[in-house]
């Protein structure tokens, strides 16, 4: 990758961050959409904090999977993506982190 993290990924690395959620997603529909890209019963966290005052999540997340492999897979396959037009147009994709 032609970007660089705050903190490496090395093996030991099993949460990360999620940047750049689309504000109108609910965490029931984060969760929809990591299991329907194969991440089901491979994380024990998800936390997408919301903003009760506004309605909307503050845009950024956690999970913390059982496996580091998991978190390497789930960065190769949510890094860079765009989860819905709005964000897409704004040209902001998800950014995942190790944290």
Known sequence: RSRTDPMSWDDV???VMVRQIPRQFTQLMFLKEVNARGFEDLFDFLYLPFDLKKGINVGYGFLSFIKA??????????DGVFLDKQIKAKGKPLRVHPA
């Open 69 to 78: 492999r998991y978190a390497q897979d789930f960065r190769s396959e949510f």
């Open 13 to 15: 690395v099993v949460t």
